[in-house]
């Protein structure tokens, strides 16, 4: 089975800087795709960005881009120019392409992104 | 396009009471999940529906049941109901297809008493 981790529980940002939330995931396959999902207050969620695993180039919108390691497991979120709005809760996830059965996401337990004015 | 729908946004139950969610996803999306959210858990898959079956199951005890109509709306019920079962509920919808992007509706806070 797959699984998911986001280490930090909470992170802060300074208004108009960068940030990195980072993401490990374990799985056995070879394709897959991986998403970062943000949560405000408000509680609805919203998808930031996808990364489909078979293409080496990493995603980018606006300010949002991915750093993945497909070696390493590893897909890291940057924010750059962090703004108040992007305060909220930040989720990795994971999804096979096999889809069917297999189209569930798994998602990492979070991390808490403030941001200081 | 409208969004993913959820009714209602909050309900307050009684251990033992029974409850259903609704879920109407975005026009012309075929698939329906549920996942169960709450602070010592995280997001939890329970269900997804494509085209008024189910393919695809959590880890959740037969309390837990849905459905999908013909125009792809779906359903929760949650049967005897428990104190833990105090979550929000989370429905995505998609088409279900390769493109494989799920979004969500707003959720439907439900406190059990």
């Known amino acids: 089975a797959q699984t998911v981790t986001q280490s930090q529980p909470e992170m802060s940002v300074q208004e108009a800087e960068t940030v990195t939330l980072s993401c490990t995931y374990d799985?056995?396959?070879?394709?897959?795709?991986l998403f970062w999902y943000k949560q405000p207050p408000s509680r609805q969620m919203i998808l930031v960005i996808r990364q489909e695993a078979y293409k080496q180039q990493n995603a980018t919108e606006n300010r949002f881009s991915v750093n993945f390691q497909k070696a390493a497991k590893s897909f890291s979120l940057k924010i750059s120019d962090s703004q108040l709005g992007d305060a909220a809760m930040y989720f990795c996830?994971?999804?096979?392409?096999?889809?069917?059965?297999?189209?569930?996401?798994?998602f990492g337990k979070g991390i808490t992104l403030s941001v200081r004015p | 396009k409208a969004g993913v729908t959820q009714t209602p946004r909050y309900l307050i139950k009684t251990r033992g009471q029974q409850v259903t969610l609704s879920c109407s996803p975005i026009?012309?999306?075929?698939?329906v999940s549920w996942y169960q959210q709450t602070p010592g858990q995280g997001l939890q898959f329970l269900f997804e529906?494509?085209?008024?079956?189910?393919?695809n199951k959590g880890n959740f005890p037969g309390r837990f049941s849905g459905r999908q109509f013909s125009n792809s709306r779906s359903e929760m019920n949650v049967s005897t109901l428990e104190l833990g079962d105090s979550a929000l509920y989370l429905c995505?919808?998609?088409?279900?297809?390769?493109?494989?992007?799920?979004?969500f509706g707003p959720g439907t806070r439900l406190t059990v008493t």
């Open positions: 996830a994971y999804r096979s392409v096999l889809g069917g059965a297999n189209s569930k996401l798994t």
């Open positions: 799985t056995s396959e070879s394709d897959y795709y």
């Open positions: 026009s012309g999306h075929r698939s």
């Open positions: 529906y494509f085209s008024e079956t189910q393919r």
């Open positions: 995505a919808s998609s088409t279900g297809g390769t493109s494989y992007e799920q979004y």
